[in-house]
């Protein structure tokens, strides 16, 4: 199957910026990094749902669709961006997220509700509502287009296969050779995408996962099963052993996934104030400050870069969450000891 010809609808603008991260370069010494800024992809904050949902929208458009549904945390990032495109592209935006309603709205559902997404709170019957809310809309005369968890399956993970081409290009056109490419794990879409992508278009990088909550003892073989199966779903020549891949969970007194799924931790925090403080580039706590304390780990320990050697982060957008209660909360301490707040005398 020719990759190039599969059918998508334009959503952000690319390619996104490729930089290079001189300061924090010379500051730790591990060779040259740089940072892939599908943070800044778009629509409404973007970040890499974007890349998916071109795919998975043109589908959606296609077949015919006149809502699209989809799955997440109450904070899901994933489902803010597709809200932003089903808004654009006519569809009605519908988000079934897990758990009771919360008291107030903050990051992402403060965006959700302002675009006029239809939030449904499934408690823990997350299928149950799913398939109640599917009713509901179909009886209405709707067809519902329904999105798995993070936009990952076939058609979503088209969008990083065919982000390495846009890299490679990239990296040609700079003079680059990187040894290592390192993106948050979380629903698999974007890592498994790029791994496929880095083997079918010849990458002289390896793609380093770094898990954003406690990896199950299978991530590794689910990660290869999904990236096996999705090549053989498009034809390619692609195949890989759970042994091939590179998914790093850190110390096991210090998980980089730290202790749960968007929980905040002082390490991830100590990670994002570094780049903030270092190159003014904004991290989230939930997924890309977790990736990021995970390779400014490796690279202190050795296990990443080293003299002559460049390595690039992939920003993965998500700095909404950094305006959820729970996180302002986390961060105001740690803020207030570490900047000077003044008043004149
Ligand atoms: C969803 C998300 C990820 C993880 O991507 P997956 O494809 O689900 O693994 C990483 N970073 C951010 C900011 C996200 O919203």
Redesign the pocket.
Known sequence: MNLEQMGKVSLGAYPTPLEKMARLSEKLGRGTLYIKRD?ATGPAFG???TR?LEYVMQEALAGGYTAMLTVGGPQ???GR?TVAAAVQLGLKPILVLGGPPPETLSGNLVLDAMMGTDLVFAGDDMEGAVAATIERYERAGDRVYFLP????GYV?MLG?IMAVPELLRQIEQMGLRPSALV???????????LVLGARHFKAPFEVV?IP?SPPAADFKARAAALINDCSAHYGLAVRVDERDLRIENGPADAPYSGAAYNQPDPLTRAAMFELARSEGILL?P???GK?FRGMLDLLQRGELGGAGEEVIFLH???AV?LWTREHLDAMQQDLRDNCQIRTLP
């Not at 968890?149 to 990952?152: I, P, R, V």
């Not at 993106?183 to 995408?193: H, V």
């Open positions: 943070d970040g890499n749902k998916k899901t990032n994933h961006t968890l993070g936009g990952t979503g990083y993106c948050a794990a979380g629903s698999l879409g974007t890592y498994c995408g996962g954003v989230d939930v997924y890309t990736a993965t957008g998500g969450a």
